[in-house]
């Protein structure tokens, strides 16, 4: 059996989790020597000798041939990977951002050096998405890949619908937690999620979205009314990130949004730091992935079954992809939405095709309506922290 020599970047949440599972599979023959983290200076519960904070002591050690990247800061990141493939090194990688920002530079040195990249922690945790699609959904004709990819936020929007618990207090159990980003704007203003849904569209669709081009909205406007409101109409509010396909034009729709769920839907029982995502092919109609997105073993089982991968030499294949073509998104389509705000200067009626409900109130007012996904675009919408943006299935 081929031997793993790992060289560890971060000992963090996730990163502390696969050298522990890692110390306890001797079977798999894949030992970590050497562990590179930033502050030299902090306990660690794992031999001193084994921590360094050069980056060189793994990258420039030949006996090393596989690099797992677990730290929290992207840019360092992207040098470490980079040199990595350089050096011959197999790479396996949770960074979304990391990901899904240097996506096709990161798949051309990968094949270029004749070495393997894999990445399933960076979507969903411990859901196997991304094989999935790449393996199994090979010759399957999606239309769309929707649901909840954030563990954060679906942790944060659980507490707030399900038990009343405030924003802040839930946003904290979550850091405490180990499911947040380093900095949880990632997370509650969607950035997280958009990375994440770039990457499933480019195995999904065999399409490149840049994260900015993804049209999204965190859930750091919502408002109790907006609850309130879920809660009369027998919705719950998550927050989706989906790509669909718009059969005539080949064009894709990819969004991270807030969205109004109807309880009776399976994406409305996915609560906590778990995740679920809906395939829709052609073929088997609706597929539905399930599992915990985010926290210490769920992530590092996902990081051990990519180390497991490599023992035969397994890499993805992303036939769907061709990085000739530009991938056309978010160009034409009408959402239903709702708007929320408290100001009446903050009132968007005029950017409603259609208006189909309309509520004043003293303190909070709403607009449910049709809009166009060219409006959804505009600055004034997504990013105004007054409006509460939520979309309705
Ligand atoms: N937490 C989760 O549930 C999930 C996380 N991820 C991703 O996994 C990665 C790690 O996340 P997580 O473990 O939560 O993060 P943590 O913040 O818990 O740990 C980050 C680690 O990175 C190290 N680090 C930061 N900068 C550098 C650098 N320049 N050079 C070397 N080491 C560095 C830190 O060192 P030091 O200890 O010295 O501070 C620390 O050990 C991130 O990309 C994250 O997005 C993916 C899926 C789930
Ligand atoms: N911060 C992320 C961690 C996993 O990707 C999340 O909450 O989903």
């Known amino acids: 059996m081929k031997k793993l020599n790992i060289g560890l ?4 949440v996730v990163g502390e989790g696969i050298y522990k599972v ?24 794992a031999p001193s000798e084994l921590f360094s904070s050069n980056a060189d002591d793994i990258l420039e050690d030949d006996d090393i041939n596989v690099v797992v990247e677990l730290i929290s800061d992207s840019d360092a990141a992207h040098n470490i990977i980079v040199k990595a493939f350089n050096k011959g090194k197999h790479v396996v990688s949770a960074n979304k951002k990391l990901i899904a920002e240097h996506h096709k530079e990161l798949l ?32 399957d004709l999606l239309n769309y890949v929707s649901g909840i990819v954030n563990g ?10 399900n038990e009343n618990e405030s924003y802040q207090d839930a946003l904290k159990a979550a850091q405490d937690n180990g499911f947040a980003e380093a900095d949880p704007t990632a997370d509650v203003e969607g950035f997280d999620a958009a990375s994440k849904i770039s990457i499933i569209t480019l195995h999904a669709f065999g399409q490149k979205i840049n994260v900015d081009d993804v049209i999204r909205k965190g859930i750091t406007s919502l408002q109790v009314q907006d609850f309130k409101y879920a809660k009369e109409k027998g919705y719950t509010i998550k927050l989706i990130a989906k790509s669909k396909v718009n059969p005539e034009t080949g064009e894709i ?29 052609s073929l088997s109609d ?9 926290g210490r073993f769920p992530t590092a089982s ?76 505009q600055k004034e919408l997504i990013e105004n922290p007054n409006l509460s943006l939520i979309i309705l299935e």
């Open 9 to 12: 970047f971060g000992f963090g």
């Open 22 to 45: 890692l110390e306890e599979k001797p079977q798999l023959n894949a030992t970590i020597k050497k562990i590179v983290i930033k502050d030299l200076t902090k306990p660690r519960n």
């Open 108 to 139: 051309e040195l990968q094949d270029k050096n004749d070495v393997s990249f894999l990445y399933e922690a960076s979507v969903c945790g411990s859901v196997p998405i991304i094989r999935n699609l790449e393996e199994y959904f090979d010759n």
């Open 152 to 161: 954060t936020t679906n942790y944060i929007l659980t507490k707030m619908a």
């Open 253 to 281: 729709n990819s969004t991270v949004l807030p969205t109004f769920v109807r309880l009776n839907k399976t994406i409305a029982l996915v609560n906590n730091e778990y995740n679920g995502v809906l395939i829709g092919s």
């Open 286 to 294: 609706e597929q539905f992935l399930y599992g915990k997105g985010a």
């Open 302 to 377: 996902a990081v051990l079954s990519d180390i497991s991968a490599l023992k035969y030499d397994y890499k993805y294949s992303i036939r769907k992809y061709d990085n000739t073509q530009e991938g056309k998104f978010n160009q034409s389509g009408k959402l239903k939405a709702y708007i929320g705000f408290k100001d009446q200067k903050d009132d968007v009626s005029n950017l409603f095709d259609e208006i189909e409900e309309r509520f004043q109130g003293k303190d909070y007012s709403h607009i449910v309506g049709l809009i166009d996904i060219n409006k959804l675009k």
